[in-house]
């Protein structure tokens, strides 16, 4: 079985963001690969968050961000359930990070995927037996902040 990768949200706004071609580059470059190999992991969350973030931040009009939302169903989705919740929670607070990086890291457990693609995890770590992986140009900041006042949940 080819490895499987879980794209964070910020690999799928890149994609669709100018600001950063460097990042953008990336971004794309990860999403064909992914596509293409059929080895591209996102979950719920994600989606929820990229349409938050595209539509809230980068100003893209409602209606071109649920297309694009669809076009990224190309890849698994884990439907994020209950369970799951607990699992990022006690990922949490075990591995001291957000509750919505321990979603991350549970969705991508729970889909046996063998790395996460985020520029939000420290680079090299392994977290429930997934290792994170930064697929970007490290000179400029990260454009969700999962950590920081701002919600990730889009409210």
């Not at 649920?66 to 076009?71: F, G, P, S, T």
Request: with cysteine; hydrophobic share 40%; proline share 4%.
């Amino acid at each position: 079985m080819a490895r499987r990768s879980f794209l964070d949200t910020n690999v799928l706004i890149y994609s669709v963001d100018s600001a950063d071609s460097a990042k953008q580059a990336a971004a794309l470059g990860v999403i064909e690969r992914h596509a293409r190999g059929k080895t591209g992991v996102i979950s719920t969350q994600v989606l929820q968050e990229f349409y938050s973030a595209a539509t809230r931040k980068l100003g893209i009009e409602p209606l071109q961000a649920r297309r694009i939302v669809r076009d990224f169903r190309i890849f698994d989705i884990v439907q994020v359930t209950p369970e799951i919740i607990e699992e990022g929670i006690d990922c949490s607070i075990l591995n001291t990070i957000s509750f919505w990086e321990g979603l991350i890291v549970a969705s991508a457990s729970t889909a046996r995927c063998s790395e996460i693609l985020s520029e939000d995890l420290a680079d090299g770590q392994t977290i429930q037996g997934v290792s994170v992986r930064n697929p970007f140009p490290t000179k400029s900041a990260p454009v969700l902040q999962r950590a920081s006042s701002r919600p990730r949940h889009g409210h």
